[in-house]
């Protein structure tokens, strides 16, 4: 990092000033500007002026986003978000080497609370379908309260080693050696026999990608009835397909389901879903609490502190990867 590095702050919140110690303290070559932006905003500040724009090197936002052509400067974007999905189809994104990373680990306490909340509201063995830094503090407070967990990701993790979670943990949260899950599974080729290893419970906390669009769909739900699983969504509507789930709940395939995400998002008024009386639907708040922006604020801050040591920021978006 440079010694006229400058951070854009364009968020839809104004960053506390003990927050912004703590980052002037860790890189006290950083100038901040900040201007808040409106919530779900995609616009950005008419106000930030183009000498501003020219100068940023690092960017903190949400969705959004600049012309490539006004940060020439522009090395680093950290987005406010966990999910990255509104960057892909981006000319800053993929047409640039500027790195991105997502606030992955921010929303892990209250997602947490969310999935065992709802599932308490009914039980013992956990599937954990995207076993990331959310699906890792739902396995804790699931083994906690005595559950055995299954863990299921896109890609293997067949060493201790490749177990590890290398994005951001706050102390005493999570599973950060991979110790928890029972079992572990991977891939398009396990997807079914991790969908059939006797669940009571489903939880959906994986990325939307094409590999993972509709991947639980009439097959799935077919695999899920043996056991009557509890399908908890907490990752992206069309992770599901809605009217095979829709099917699953009339036949009885499963035995209900949490639904913070849907497709289409907003649920519109006449959807069948909302007629279920187990069917439990919240709209796309379970990661919302008092604290997370002050956790997106240290990944902030690591991520100019790695940046100025020369190392890679965590969290990394992968443009081949689709998150």
């Not at 080497?97 to 999935?115: R, Y």
């Not at 939307?208 to 908890?232: P, R």
Request: glycine residues 6%.
């Amino acid at each position: 990092m440079s010694s006229s590095e400058v951070l854009l702050v364009i968020t839809p919140f104004v960053p506390k000033p003990e927050w912004l110690a703590h980052l002037k303290a860790k890189c006290p070559n950083v100038e901040v500007i900040t201007y808040p932006t409106e919530l779900y905003s995609q616009e950005v500040p008419k106000e930030v002026p183009a000498d501003v724009w020219k100068r940023t090197t690092s960017l903190f936002t949400w969705k959004a986003f600049p012309p490539k052509e006004w940060v020439p400067n522009l090395k680093f974007v950290q987005l406010l978000s966990a999910g990255c999905a509104q960057i892909f189809g981006l000319p800053l994104f993929e047409e640039t080497e500027i790195a991105f990373s997502t606030s992955n680990g921010s929303h892990a306490p209250q997602v947490s609370e969310w999935v065992i909340g709802t599932w308490l509201a009914h039980q013992h063995f956990f599937g954990i379908l995207g076993y990331g830094n959310i699906g890792r503090q739902v396995a804790k407070i699931a083994t906690t309260l005595g559950m055995d967990v299954h863990a299921y990701t896109l890609h293997e993790r067949a060493t201790a080693e490749s177990r590890k979670d290398d994005g951001f943990v706050e102390t005493g949260l999570g599973d950060p050696n991979g110790l928890l899950p029972s079992k572990w599974f991977h891939g398009k080729e396990q997807l079914n026999d991790f969908l059939a290893s006797d669940l009571d419970l489903l939880v959906i906390l994986l990325p939307l990608t094409e590999q993972t669009k509709n991947m639980i769909s009439k097959e799935q739900f077919a695999l899920l009835s043996k056991k009557k699983t509890y399908v908890c969504n907490a990752g992206r509507g069309p992770i599901i397909n809605t009217e095979d789930l829709i099917t699953a709940l009339d036949t009885e395939q499963i035995r209900g389901a949490a639904l913070d995400v849907t497709d289409p998002e907003p649920l519109p008024s006449n959807s069948k879903l909302w007629g279920y009386k187990n069917v439990i639907i919240t709209p796309h708040c379970a990661g919302n609490s008092n604290h997370v922006y002050e956790r997106v604020f240290k990944i902030l801050t690591y991520n100019l502190e790695r940046r100025s040591k020369g190392e890679q920021p965590i969290n990394k978006v992968g443009k081949s990867l689709g998150y």
